[in-house]
């Protein structure tokens, strides 16, 4: 079992920056992805950014590239998300998960997830 808590999020006006961390702790195994995902109200949960564990290779959605960093530190079983340049559109509850499959792009793909935290921008 393993458990995600993120933290991190806030109230920030527009061109500001924030960093998400979310602290793992648990059993994992092998090569991973972790992600960052966000929902906004009456929306679906959407993909911003993942990093494989072991290797640190990144993907980012297009929405978010050029002003989001994802990270880890394996010591500290951490991933992090730099957001810089932040704009209204980005207020949404963020996440972050774990997937074991090779996919890294859908939720259902995903197989732990912390709690969330709410990240707001004000115009």
């Known amino acids: 079992q393993v458990q995600l808590v993120e933290s991190g999020g806030g109230l920030v006006q527009a061109g500001g920056s924030l960093r998400l961390s979310c602290a793992a702790s648990?059993?994992?195994?092998?090569?991973?992805?972790m992600g960052w995902f966000r929902q906004a109200p009456g929306k679906e949960r959407q993909f911003v950014a993942a990093?494989?564990?072991?290797?640190?290779?990144?993907y980012y959605a297009d929405s978010v590239k050029g002003r989001f960093t994802i990270s880890r530190d394996n010591a500290k079983n951490t991933l992090y998300l730099q957001m810089n340049s932040l704009k209204p559109e980005d207020t949404a509850v963020y996440y972050c998960g774990l997937s074991y499959s090779n996919s890294y792009i859908y939720p259902v793909n995903y197989h732990y997830w912390g709690q969330g935290t709410q990240v707001t921008v004000s115009s």
């Open positions: 990093i494989t564990w072991s290797f640190g290779v990144t």
């Open positions: 648990g059993r994992t195994s092998g090569n991973y992805f």
